[in-house]
Each structure stands twice: as structure tokens, then as C-alpha cells.
T-cell receptor, first 115, second 112 residues
Framework: GAGVSQTPSNKVTEKGKYVELRCDPI?????LYWYRQSLGQGPEFLIY????????DSGLPNDRFFAVRPEGSVSTLKIQRTERGDSAVYLC?????????????FGAGSRLTVL | GDSVTQMEGPVTLSEEAFLTINCTYT??????LFWYVQYPGEGLQLLLK?????DKGSNKGFEATYRKETTSFHLEKGSVQVSDSAVYFC???????????FGQGTELSVKP
């Protein structure tokens, strides 16, 4: 597609529930990134994929968070047993490669609210 | 660890005023540096970048120079417009990896 598409744009859930957030990157972009942005803060790195594999998952806060990209295109961020502290905007970005010369294009984000 | 520090906002300016948003970084190597902008209700967009020391990035009248000696990448614009009202994020990225490290953001509000 023309840009990075994220669904849903808004998700409200209850504490303890399971949530999936989807990212559809720009066609042909091999690198895909997930970030989390809390209110009034800059985006915080979670994980990045090069192709199908997670090249760096050092930003995932704990084992309740997991992300997959089975065919090297669409990615799903999965959050188990959600907590109120998980409330944030989850941003996805993609780029042609993973070097510093490649610009990241961000999606509009998925706003997660955990009640 | 590596980090980016930006001047705190909000910054409020009148139209046509001069803008500076300070950004300094801490890094062990030689990262690329970026400014991203987030307009109200929109996603993050790349504003400009610089990939090595003394490079100047520029776009839409905004400029920033990569200063290795002061580890800074301050954003400047000579004459701001109301349409520049947004949140601005400074970020660094290592060439070998894909992890962008962002500052906390600086909100700019330009009044007519």
C-alpha cells in the first residue's frame, strides 16, 4: 500500500484480556518496527523484524508481549493479560532496509486503553 | 546507555518568530540523527536527517546541523508559521541496527 496501515486505530479492553494489534507495512519494505508511545513521551522501541525474524526484541517489556511476522509482511503485536500500564499508542514503522540510511515510515498508530 | 535529550515544551511563539529547539545526545559511536514531526491527529513524519558530523539536514525551512563536538542536533527555523504547530522529536539511529532512540518531544505552538 501507499503507507503503513495499522488496525485497529482504537482499542478499549479490560484488564486481564488479550489484545492483538496489526501492522501492514509498505509493500517491499523488509524491515518492520514496533514502538510504544505513552502520553507526553517519545516513542519507545519494542522490537524490529528483518524479514520474518525478530532481529532485536530487546525493547519488549516482559513476556506478556510478543510479536510475529510469519510471511515477512504483515506483523501482529500480541499482548496477554493486559494491565492498565499497557495503555499507550502502539506505533508501527517500516523501511526498505535496516541501515541508518533507510528512513522509517510510521503508521498512525493503534491507541490501546486498558480499563 | 544511548539517549536523546530535548528542551522541554511547550514552546509558544508568534508567527514569523525565530525557532530553536535544542537536542543533545549521548552515544558511544557515530549515529545518524533525525528530527521527526507529529502534527495534531497525524502519525510521525520524518522532517530531516543528518548521517555524519557537520552534515546539515534541511526541509520546509527547518535546518539542523550534526555537531559531534557538542553532541547536538538543534532544530532551527527562521520564520515559523501557524501550520508549524506540532510536536517535534529528535532521534538517533545506529547504522548497524534499526533501533531509533527518541527524545521526549517538544510541543510547539505558533500563534497568529
Amino acid at each position: 500500500g501507499a503507507g503503513v496501515s495499522q488496525t485497529p486505530s482504537n482499542k478499549v479492553t479490560e484488564k486481564g484480556k488479550y489484545v492483538e494489534l496489526r501492522c501492514d507495512p509498505i509493500s517491499g519494505h523488509t524491515a518492520l518496527y514496533w514502538y510504544r508511545q505513552s502520553l507526553g513521551q517519545g516513542p519507545e522501541f519494542l522490537i524490529y523484524f528483518q524479514g520474518t525474524g525478530a532481529a532485536d526484541d530487546s525493547g519488549l517489556p516482559n513476556d506478556r508481549f510478543f510479536a510475529v511476522r510469519p510471511e515477512g509482511s504483515v506483523s501482529t503485536l500480541k499482548i496477554q493479560r493486559t494491565e492498565r500500564g499497557d495503555s499507550a499508542v502502539y506505533l508501527c514503522a517500516s523501511s526498505l532496509g535496516h541501515s541508518g540510511a533507510n528512513v522509517l515510515t510510521f503508521g498512525a498508530g493503534s491507541r490501546l486503553t486498558v480499563l | 546507555g544511548d539517549s536523546v535529550t530535548q528542551m522541554e515544551g511547550p514552546v509558544t511563539l508568534s508567527e514569523e518568530a525565530f525557532l530553536t529547539i535544542n537536542c543533545t545526545y549521548t552515544a558511544t559511536g557515530y549515529p545518524s540523527l533525525f528530527w521527526y514531526v507529529q502534527y495534531p491527529g497525524e502519525g510521525l513524519q520524518l522532517l530531516l536527517k543528518a548521517t555524519k558530523a557537520d552534515d546539515k539536514g534541511s526541509n520546509k525551512g527547518f535546518e539542523a546541523t550534526y555537531r559531534k563536538e557538542t553532541t547536538s542536533f538543534h532544530l532551527e527555523k527562521g520564520s515559523v508559521q501557524v501550520s508549524d504547530s506540532a510536536v517535534y522529536f529528535c532521534a538517533l539511529l545506529y547504522n548497524q541496527g534499526g533501533k531509533l532512540i527518541f527524545g521526549q518531544g517538544t510541543e510547539l505552538s505558533v500563534k497568529p
